[in-house]
């Protein structure tokens, strides 16, 4: 914490003095275009129309019948009177052209310029010209201006977090602390309980004598029993032991008792282990689990809802409970049924979409959010109608990118290109970024899977959700990883749909096998 906030000080330091130099270069620069523009009497606007006015033919032609007019004048009036016909009819030619020049200054400045300052033969002491790269050059230490005020913001808000985050470092070194003074407090009791050990000394005595029997009996089979009965014992006692330490949640009840959302689907764990060699849904889009995700997407079709939900946002507990293979085959799941999908990487800390559809990940969500990289020219297309938007490289501070206007004009402008948008955002209790996506997701996709969330995990965001106000958001769970065993008996027609999807093949084999 000390290491941030010297560079934060330094940092904010090196603005504010970039910020007092741009500005003091931005006060000359406006001083110098506010005298130019008083001597000339125009604005930017009208000196670039009066530089564009001056390099036309049309005007080029009527200054230099001017400037011949005037050298005839001038000799006519050395060797005649002002009366004079010649005289007469050249002045009558130069007003006529002096007409004409400032009817095409009014029609195309709207104000009074000098013929001097049409002349384009000189630019450098043109003050026209002048002025004009005087006043670009004010844009441009203005725009540098709100550029550097804009990064002082940033570091500004940096700056406001480090009294909760010094509490937090505080609080946790006294807890580093009591381990410590616990841990020295162990190591000398056990120190002194080796002493007291080693000053222990043998107090055995002979009570009597031991006789051999006149008969032997070697006790084998009460030794065998005893030795059957303790192992049987004891493997009880481990199972229990285990069973007591296990806080998992391991079935569908305790699941549906622990979160009280509508179960949009169930997905088995055959189905994950098969899948080791791709995307099910892209690989085998005939297949039975290929089928479950179709079932999910009909059942979000279907939710009791005003408006059908465009913008998904797929979440879980802890991480490993396979949200993201889950959100992969329900994208292409609906990709199939010729619906354009969009889906979003957002767990920009460990992204997987790249390594589940085995794609690049050089640019993504990063470049778009951070360096306005069109979308076309970053999204990926595995398969006909879906696109996929990888995270990119890891970002510093992923929460300040996702909680940033661009990355909601990111999801805005996917609302109106694509007909559904699934963002595959971290869990629940690992990191903030959820509640900040769940603002621009119109629903909710819980994914759950037995024998990996524990009771603890599942209360923390169970009590995430609801202190957010998003359990109302949730459009349904999934449960995923289901033994096989247990999904046949909540999945009642599990088996005749799985010899529905078999190949015929399967088909034989299966009556072989069970003839």
């Known amino acids: 914490?000390?290491?941030?906030?010297?560079?934060?000080?330094?940092?904010?330091?090196?603005?504010?003095?970039?910020?007092?130099?741009?500005?003091?270069?931005?006060?000359?620069?406006?001083?110098?275009?506010?005298?130019?523009?008083?001597?000339?009497?125009?604005?930017?606007?009208?000196?670039?129309?009066?530089v564009q006015l001056g390099n036309t033919p049309q005007v080029q032609s009527i200054l230099e019948q001017l400037s011949t007019t005037e050298t005839e004048l001038s000799q006519e009036k050395q060797r005649f009177k002002d009366n004079h016909p010649a005289v007469i009819s050249l002045q009558e030619k130069k007003q006529n052209l002096n007409f004409q020049l400032q009817g095409l200054i009014r029609q195309y400045v709207g104000a009074k310029v000098s013929e001097g300052l049409l002349q384009s033969d000189n630019l450098k002491d043109n003050q026209i010209e002048k002025f004009i790269n005087l006043k670009i050059e004010e844009l441009s230490l203005q725009?540098?201006?709100?550029?550097?005020?804009?990064?002082?913001?940033?570091?500004?808000?940096?700056?406001?977090?480090?009294?909760?985050?010094?509490?937090?470092?505080?609080?946790?070194?006294?807890?580093?602390?009591?381990?410590?003074?616990?841990?020295?407090?162990?190591?000398?009791?056990?120190?002194?309980?080796?002493?007291?050990?080693?000053?222990?000394?043998?107090?055995?005595?002979?009570?009597?004598?031991?006789?051999?029997?006149?008969?032997?009996?070697?006790?084998?089979?009460?030794?065998?029993?005893?030795?059957?009965?303790?192992?049987?014992?004891?493997?009880?006692?481990?199972?229990?032991?285990?069973?007591?330490?296990?806080?998992?949640?391991?079935?569908?009840?305790?699941?549906?008792?622990?979160?009280?959302?509508?179960?949009?689907?169930?997905?088995?764990?055959?189905?994950?282990?098969?899948?080791?060699?791709?995307?099910?849904?892209?690989?085998?889009?005939?297949?039975?689990?290929?089928?479950?995700?179709?079932?999910?997407?009909?059942?979000?079709?279907?939710?009791?809802?005003k408006q059908q939900p465009k913008v998904i946002l797929m979440t879980s507990s802890?991480?490993?409970?396979?949200?993201?293979?889950?959100?992969?085959?329900?994208?292409?799941?609906?990709?199939?049924?010729?619906?354009?999908?969009?889906?979003?990487?957002?767990?920009?800390?460990?992204?997987?979409?790249?390594?589940?559809?085995?794609?690049?990940?050089?640019?993504?969500?990063?470049?778009?959010?951070?360096?306005k990289t069109p979308l076309a020219q970053v999204v990926t297309q595995p398969i006909k109608q879906l696109n996929v938007l990888t995270s990119g490289t890891i970002a510093p501070n992923p929460l300040a990118l996702l909680d940033s206007p661009e990355m909601s004009q990111l999801v805005a402008a996917a609302r109106k290109e694509y007909e559904l948008v699934i963002i595959d955002a971290p869990p629940l209790a690992v990191t903030a970024d959820v509640l900040t996506l769940s603002k621009l997701a119109d629903g909710i996709v819980f994914v759950s899977r037995p024998g990996i969330v524990e009771h603890e995990s599942a209360e923390l965001a169970k009590e995430t959700l609801y202190n957010a106000h998003l359990e109302k958001q949730v459009l349904g769970m999934v449960i995923n990883g289901v033994q096989q065993k247990e999904f046949d008996?909540?999945?009642?027609?599990?088996?005749?749909?799985?010899?529905?999807?078999?190949?015929?093949?399967?088909?034989?084999?299966?009556?072989?096998?069970?003839?």
Do not use: C
């Not at 010297?6 to 910020?19: A, C, F, M, P």
């Not at 008996?489 to 034989?508: D, G, L, N, Q």
């Open 1 to 50: 914490m000390q290491e941030e906030k010297k560079s934060l000080v330094d940092e904010i330091g090196t603005l504010n003095r970039e910020i007092s130099g741009v500005g003091a270069q931005l006060q000359g620069k406006k001083a110098q275009t506010d005298s130019l523009q008083n001597q000339l009497g125009l604005n930017l606007k009208q000196a670039i129309s009066t």
């Open 143 to 305: 725009t540098e201006l709100s550029s550097l005020y804009q990064y002082q913001q940033v570091y500004l808000n940096r700056a406001k977090q480090i009294p909760s985050l010094e509490q937090q470092e505080q609080s946790l070194l006294r807890e580093v602390d009591s381990a410590r003074s616990t841990y020295k407090t162990l190591l000398e009791n056990k120190s002194d309980l080796d002493v007291l050990v080693n000053q222990q000394t043998g107090n055995a005595q002979i009570i009597e004598s031991g006789l051999v029997p006149e008969e032997g009996s070697t006790g084998r089979l009460p030794l065998i029993v005893l030795g059957v009965l303790t192992g049987l014992f004891l493997a009880n006692l481990t199972a229990i032991l285990l069973e007591m330490q296990d806080h998992s949640l391991k079935t569908i009840s305790e699941i549906k008792q622990k979160f009280a959302f509508q179960i949009l689907g169930i997905v088995p764990l055959d189905t994950l282990q098969n899948n080791r060699g791709g995307l099910v849904v892209q690989r085998e889009p005939d297949s039975f689990a290929s089928e479950i995700y179709r079932m999910i997407q009909t059942n979000l079709k279907f939710l009791a809802v």
């Open 318 to 371: 802890v991480p490993g409970e396979g949200k993201s293979l889950v959100a992969a085959n329900l994208a292409a799941a609906m990709a199939q049924l010729g619906r354009k999908v969009l889906l979003i990487d957002g767990d920009l800390r460990k992204a997987s979409q790249h390594d589940l559809w085995q794609i690049s990940n050089k640019v993504g969500v990063k470049d778009v959010v951070a360096h």
């Open 489 to 515: 008996r909540y999945s009642y027609h599990a088996k005749y749909s799985k010899s529905y999807f078999s190949t015929p093949t399967e088909t034989s084999q299966t009556k072989t096998a069970t003839a």
